[in-house]
């Protein structure tokens, strides 16, 4: 089969290597459509950022390798011994970070806090390739309302599921989300359907403002026109958000907010509110922490999405509560492609991308 392999940062082959063996309770499966994360297409061009060192490290030992592809939908061909969720025929899509199974969290039914287990694209190989082996615990059933396009979406998406489920929105709070990026956009859809009151989105692309109030923001705010924090104060009656969402952080070379947007979500949040933590931010950076201590201020980060996640993702997809259509700005078609979807994404603000470039490998 073909398969994109790593010999280096920034250098990717489209290589001819046996297809992969099937295992028990793993399927081979056709890749029908792929997309890199952000964080992957950062990672692919050696940008420092989450699991860098990780990347690093697997590349000066084992290249060439395949790297990344954990965001996919997929048509299982075989099934291994052992499968008993799914058939040949079946469409399907996954979470990336699974449980060990054999560590005290997972024996005692806590999988979903434990950080042993692989997670698929980095300690396994992804779908940047025609045919992927891939573990039946990873996978969920593709409902038939849902596109190839929009289902290599649902990873992301049930982060953002289990992002706003770590929130624990009340009935009417008012929500604010800085940065309204793939991941940031759908945090406030679900967001959305999950309660919220007020929804104040901030970016600074009006692309991205146009879609998100589109999508169901009662507000969305330029940041380069106006002051975000001054604007989300004004519309919670002085006292600021609820609950703010940070998306927008990162490395300001691929167009993200860089630390900023922590400060901003410390500003913006009332006193006694929550901050979700959902941008990555590379390397460590200086926080004032007394701030949050004297307002007592909850900086939370997002749990790891479960299987259960992922099926509510597949619900609020299926059912048009949450819509992705409008995200999915460039496909690309073929494998041989794969590279510049690499390039688009990690440069989403120059490309006017909201969300990753996909790449259709297969009808
Ligand atoms: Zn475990």
Request: with cysteine; hydrophobic share 40%; proline share 5%.
């Amino acid at each position: 089969m073909k398969a994109w392999r790593f010999y280096g940062f920034g250098d990717l082959r489209l290589d001819e290597i046996p297809t992969p063996q099937l295992r028990p309770r793993h399927v081979l499966a056709q890749v029908l459509v792929v997309q890199p994360s952000v964080t992957e297409a950062q990672l692919a061009a050696g940008v420092r950022t989450l699991a860098y060192e990780r990347i690093k490290k697997r590349l000066e030992t084992e290249a060439p390798v395949q790297l990344f592809g954990h965001e996919f939908c997929v048509r299982i061909v075989e099934v291994g011994p052992g499968v008993t969720r799914f058939k040949p025929g079946d469409r399907v899509a996954a979470r990336a970070k699974l449980p060990c199974e054999f560590c005290p969290l997972c024996d005692s039914g806590r999988g979903h806090l434990c950080r042993k287990g692989p997670i698929i694209g980095f300690q396994l190989p992804g779908c940047f390739s025609e045919y992927a082996i891939l573990p039946e615990n990873a996978l969920t059933l593709v409902d038939d309302r849902i596109s190839d396009n929009e289902a290599a979406c649902l990873q992301s998406l049930s982060d953002s599921v289990a992002s706003v489920e770590t929130a624990e929105i009340k009935v009417g709070d008012s929500v604010a989300f800085l940065g309204q990026g793939s991941m940031g956009i759908e945090c406030m859809q679900i967001a959305k359907v999950s309660g919220a009151g007020k929804i104040i989105t901030v970016d600074v692309r009006d692309e991205a403002c146009k879609l998100s109030k589109q999508l169901g923001a009662d507000y969305a705010i330029n940041a380069t026109r106006e002051d975000p924090v001054a604007a989300i104060r004004d519309l919670t009656g002085g006292n600021g958000a609820d609950i703010v969402f940070e998306c927008a952080g990162g490395s300001p070379t691929q167009g993200l907010a860089g630390t900023g947007s922590v400060s901003q979500a410390i500003d913006a949040v009332r006193s006694g509110g929550k901050i979700i933590g959902v941008s990555w931010f590379g390397s460590p950076f200086e926080l004032d922490v007394d701030l949050l201590r004297e307002r007592s201020l909850r900086y939370l980060f997002p749990d790891i999405s479960t299987l259960e996640h992922l099926q509510h993702t597949v619900s609020l997809a299926a059912s048009g509560r949450v819509n992705m259509k409008p995200m999915i700005t460039h496909v690309l078609d073929g494998i041989e492609n794969v590279p510049k979807a690499f390039e688009i994404t990690a440069n989403k603000g120059k490309f006017q991308a909201i969300n990753p470039a996909q790449v259709r490998m297969a009808e």
